[in-house]
């Protein structure tokens, strides 16, 4: 589709449960990136691929936050172990080119965790 | 490291008034510069770009140039609507020869009331 569907829109977890994030990104486009985006509106780059390999990944909290985008499956962001502060509104978006004109954004995934 | 300085909001306008919504940014070298529009509930959606100095970007009524002198890419629009309510994010990025990440700025959330 002509979409960057995220699913779920909503996901509420308890402090120390993990959470899994997806994104399919528009067929055809092989570049997705994450974003965050926290209180005040603040956006923060977190990975971006290249089909499946991980061509940035320099805004990743590593030590509980991974991802991968296998072929022929959703994206996916996982964060083990929740903390408070991992409540915010995660983007995925997509391109076709290897530059930043051809960015589509999802509609995001709110992750509150409580 | 590279960054995006908007002016803080809320903006509260009548319908027909004139909008400015400043932006200046810090980075080494020569950045491409956009506009971003956030609906509520929804993802980003790009509304402008400017790629090097002196550029104008325009879309839907708004406009935008870049200023390498003042390092700006100041926001108009001469007559705001309604359905112009949004958050709108100044973003910088330097995207030629590889797939680079947007730096956004902190958001202006505008309200325009009948």
């Known amino acids: 589709g002509e979409e960057v569907a995220q699913t779920p829109k909503h996901l509420v977890r308890g402090e120390g449960q993990k959470a899994k994030l997806y994104c399919a990104p528009i067929?055809?486009?092989?570049?997705v990136f994450w974003y965050q985006q926290v209180l005040k509106n603040e956006f923060k780059f977190l990975i971006s691929?290249?089909?499946?390999?991980?061509?940035?990944e320099t805004g990743m909290p590593k030590e509980r936050f991974s991802a991968k985008c296998l072929p022929n499956s959703p994206c996916s962001l996982e964060i083990q172990a929740t903390k408070l502060e991992d409540s915010a509104v995660y983007f995925c978006a997509s391109s076709q080119s290897r530059d930043v004109y051809g960015y589509t954004f999802g509609s995001g995934t709110r992750l509150t965790v409580v | 490291g590279d960054s995006v300085t908007q002016m803080e909001g809320p903006v509260t306008l009548s319908e027909e008034a004139f909008l400015t919504i400043n932006c200046t940014y810090t980075?080494?070298?020569?950045?491409?510069l956009f506009w971003y529009v956030q609906y509520p509930g929804e993802g980003l959606q790009l509304l402008l770009k400017?790629?090097?100095?002196?550029d104008k970007g325009s879309n839907k009524g708004f406009e935008a140039t870049y200023r390498k002198e003042t390092t700006s890419f100041h926001l108009e629009k001469g007559s705001v609507q309604v359905s112009d309510s949004a958050v709108y994010f100044c973003a910088l990025s330097f995207s030629s020869g590889s797939a680079r990440q947007l730096t956004f700025g902190s958001g202006t959330q505008l309200t325009v009331l009948p």
């Open positions: 980075a080494t070298g020569y950045p491409s």
């Open positions: 400017a790629t090097k100095a002196d």
């Open positions: 067929k055809g486009h092989s570049y």
């Open positions: 691929f290249q089909n499946e390999n991980v061509f940035d």
